[in-house]
């Protein structure tokens, strides 16, 4: 099981720390991402990271303000994001999985219960 944890009521242009927790297991082998559900709208991808690490890949909105990254064992996933702006408010999930493609949402097979962040201005 994941656990995200970090969300809350942030002021725009502050900077934002999410964790995502594997429970003790590790990530290895397996693609780690960030997806966000706001209100009334789809899920989309914010960014994830390949099994090696190799591939790290961005959505164009939040390219340049966010940066996730893994501890050495694997354990955790974070997203850090700075100059957060009121259209960031949303449920922030975490997944991972057998993946091929980083922003396809539909090929993570473990979901987090998810985190909101709430941005206003």
């Known amino acids: 099981q994941l656990q995200a944890s970090g969300g809350g009521s942030m002021q725009a242009g502050s900077s934002l720390g999410l964790s995502c927790s594997a429970s003790?297991?590790?990530?290895?082998?397996?693609?780690t991402g960030w997806f966000r559900q706001a209100p009334g709208k789809e899920r989309e991808f914010v960014g994830g990271v390949s099994w090696d690490g190799g591939e790290i890949d961005y959505a164009d909105s939040v390219k340049g303000r966010c940066t996730i990254s893994r501890n050495d064992a694997k354990t955790e996933l974070y997203l850090q994001m700075s100059s957060l702006r009121p259209e960031d408010t949303a449920v922030y999930y975490c997944?991972?999985?057998?993946?091929?493609?980083?922003?396809?949402?539909?090929?993570?097979?473990?979901w987090g219960q998810g985190t909101l962040v709430t941005v206003s201005s």
């Open positions: 003790g297991r590790s990530f290895n082998y397996y693609a």
């Open positions: 997944a991972t999985g057998a993946v091929r493609d980083l922003e396809n949402g539909d090929e993570y097979q473990y």
